[in-house]
């Protein structure tokens, strides 16, 4: 027996911790995503409710947070790349009043609906900028993946939609600046001079690519030929602008969707997307485990009226406002009630902005348990609210025709 265990630990030994947790969790969302198929939900839930489960304040099969989140990082940039190659740039860029307005007025109605709660609980200046800031993002995994599930993605609404996430994923920047701020701080100078560097940079890279009706690739009849070759091709744009806009202090999703626009425009390069497409569905799902694995189920018990509260203001303030702003800018009042709801939940880029909050002083330990588990809530609550405004909406346009 003594034997036995012996050789059980020497194989344990030689089994590489990566795969057993890869392994893991492949075995977890295959058994969940059957389970919420059969009942009609969305895999996003199942995904998030697999990283609950098997993370450390679940079963504790996986407590490697750091690895799930590094993958789930790839997904959010392959996302992205997608996006790029998908949309129709210049039609953004012609209706830039959707995105860059409403976005810019949104996140002051966000910081301006936590003051009004945060002067009830008693919470500092600093603790209410984090939060508004926190709660003005929206998802942009949630929200692509909606969009394509439902074919929404070149439609007016789904432009809009996207326009709207590009803006905030740009905003982040100043957000992070301005938080650096107030904790005094300060970027350098040579932070800021980068930065602006790097826009411009961007800026003229897509500007020149949106003139050109095609690229043609050095080498693009034997690109054309070689599928490995175009695969490994559309991974080196892809994080390699990633790295360039990170190198900047950008987002490193924006590079990624830069990257997806220059793919698009060559010839060489048409297949592309299908073939990559598995390599996104199975990092993006990893991002969702890993915002299940953050979750802790004592704190959310514990802190469940703040939590509700916290929850039901970011679907409505971010709804209704994204609603009302997107209805003055020209849309239908169906489109921009279902663009609200769309947009409601809160996004992978506000935990960034909360553990920035918690490590330069400005949060406290517990409201940064605050602002993960809202953002991890909004997202597990999101596809079900998006069904409740649709059906509203129908109910409503149903009124309206009788």
Not at 254 to 262: D, M, S, T
Not at 263 to 272: G, I, L, P, Y
Request: hydrophobic share 55%.
């Amino acid at each position: 027996m003594e034997n036995f265990n012996i050789q059980i630990d020497l194989a344990a030994a030689f089994i590489d911790p990566v795969i057993f947790i890869l392994v893991v969790i492949s075995i977890g969302i295959i058994v969940t995503s059957f389970i919420f198929k059969l009942i009609g939900q969305p895999y996003v839930i199942a995904y998030i409710l697999v990283g609950i489960l098997l993370g450390p304040n679940g079963l504790s099969l996986v407590n490697d947070k750091s690895l799930v989140s590094s993958f789930g990082a790839f997904g959010l940039v392959l996302l992205l790349f997608f996006i790029g190659m998908e949309i129709s740039l210049p039609k953004i860029i012609a209706n830039w009043r959707i995105p860059v307005i409403g976005t810019l007025v949104q996140v002051i109605f966000s910081v301006g609906a936590v003051w009004g709660v945060g002067s009830i609980f008693h919470w500092d200046l600093y603790q209410i900028i984090v939060l508004g800031f926190v709660i003005s993002l929206s998802s942009s995994a949630i929200v692509i993946n909606y969009l394509q599930d439902k074919g929404l993605i070149t439609s007016d609404l789904g432009q809009n939609v996207i326009g709207i996430l590009l803006v905030q994923d740009i905003l982040v920047v100043p957000m992070l600046i301005s938080l650096n701020y107030l904790a005094g701080t300060a970027p350098s100078s040579l932070d800021v001079a980068k930065q602006v560097l790097g826009g411009f940079l961007i800026l003229g890279i897509t500007l020149w690519v949106l003139r050109k009706k095609e690229l043609r690739l050095p080498f693009g009849e034997k690109i054309r030929q070689d599928r490995e070759i175009q695969v490994f091709l559309a991974f080196a744009f892809c994080f390699g602008f990633s790295i360039l806009t990170a190198f900047f202090g950008l987002s490193s999703a924006l590079g990624a969707f830069v990257a997806g626009v220059i793919v698009s425009k060559a010839k060489e390069t048409t297949w592309v997307h299908s073939s990559l497409h598995a390599f996104r569905i199975v990092f993006v799902a990893l991002f969702f485990v890993s915002v299940g694995m953050l979750i802790d189920l004592d704190f959310l018990t514990e802190n469940l009226l703040i939590l509700s509260i916290m929850t039901l203001l970011v679907f409505i303030t971010n709804n209704f406002i994204n609603a009302i702003i997107v209805r003055f800018l020209g849309e239908s009042w169906a489109n921009s009630l279902l663009t609200g709801a769309i947009l409601a939940q809160i996004g992978e880029f506000s935990f960034i902005l909360g553990a920035t909050g918690i490590y330069i002083g400005l949060i406290s330990e517990h409201t940064y348990q605050l602002v993960i588990s809202t953002i991890s809530v909004s997202l597990i609550i999101s596809p079900a609210w998006i069904f409740l405004m649709r059906k509203i909406i129908g109910l409503l346009n149903g009124k309206n025709k009788t």
